[in-house]
């Protein structure tokens, strides 16, 4: 579940909440602080990622937490170069608009 709340920083339109909990996170929170967040995240995907191939080849995981964690870190990179071509794309909008 933890993975979904990461998930739903960078989502435009967060996924619900099952019913009866209640959300902990702050909800005053600014657009730089959750950028952050997030960037942060995706930075510790790919050290665990790098940590994992380190293990696997000394032998002391398999092969598939591996790529779990190569993966996981694959996922959350591609998503981030979304959101930020995304943010690109509306600034470049805004710029264009005539005043």
């Keep these: 579940?933890?993975?979904i709340k990461n998930i739903n920083?960078?989502?435009p339109n967060k996924l619900s909440e099952p019913s009866?909990?209640?959300s902990t996170e702050k909800s005053d929170l600014s657009f730089s602080d959750v950028l952050k967040k997030s960037i942060e995240q995706v930075n510790d995907a790919q050290i665990q990622a790098d940590a994992a191939i380190?293990?696997?080849m000394s032998g002391e995981t398999d092969?598939?937490?591996t790529m779990i964690a190569i993966q996981?870190?694959?996922v959350s990179l591609k998503?981030?170069?979304e959101v930020?071509?995304?943010l690109l794309e509306a600034y470049q909008d805004i710029m264009r608009t005539q005043v």
């Design 20 to 22: 009866g909990s209640k």
């Design 72 to 74: 996981k870190a694959d």
């Design 63 to 65: 092969i598939h937490d």
């Design 79 to 81: 998503l981030m170069m």
């Design 54 to 56: 380190k293990k696997a």
């Design 84 to 86: 930020r071509n995304k």
């Design 9 to 11: 920083l960078l989502l």
């Design 1 to 3: 579940m933890s993975e």
